[in-house]
């Protein structure tokens, strides 16, 4: 069982900067692989980013290349989103989703508000 809480949301103006955090409990924590998807309001929930849990290899979503870094921190159980250069299209619901072997869990979201 994996127990995943996010923080670090908020608002900011476009152009900010904000981090979130996402504490795993379970010992297991390290053979997941995380990522983080959003939801904006109205819309599907869409795939952010993700971080392997072998070989710390990552992968972005075209919308956030080069704006988002995701890394994780094995040894605290936690795993981060640092994301500058924040747009207004960026306003959403972010959630924290662990995967392997088929099981999965998610965490309750953290909002995040860009104005512009």
């Known amino acids: 069982q994996v127990q995943l809480v996010e923080s670090g949301g908020g608002s900011v103006q476009a152009g900010g900067s904000l981090r979130l955090s996402c504490a795993a409990s379970g010992r297991t924590f390290s053979t997941y692989a995380m990522n983080w998807f959003r939801q904006a309001p109205g819309k599907e929930r869409e795939f952010v980013t993700a971080?392997?849990?072998?070989?710390?290899?990552?992968r972005y979503a075209d919308s956030v290349k080069g704006r988002f870094t995701i890394s994780r921190d094995n040894a605290k159980n936690t795993v981060y989103l640092q994301m500058n250069s924040l747009k207004p299209e960026d306003t959403a619901v972010y959630y924290c989703?662990?995967?392997?072997?088929?099981?999965?869990?998610w965490g309750q979201g953290t909002q995040v508000t860009v104005s512009s």
């Open positions: 989703y662990a995967v392997n072997s088929g099981r999965d869990y």
């Open positions: 971080i392997n849990w072998s070989d710390g290899s990552t």
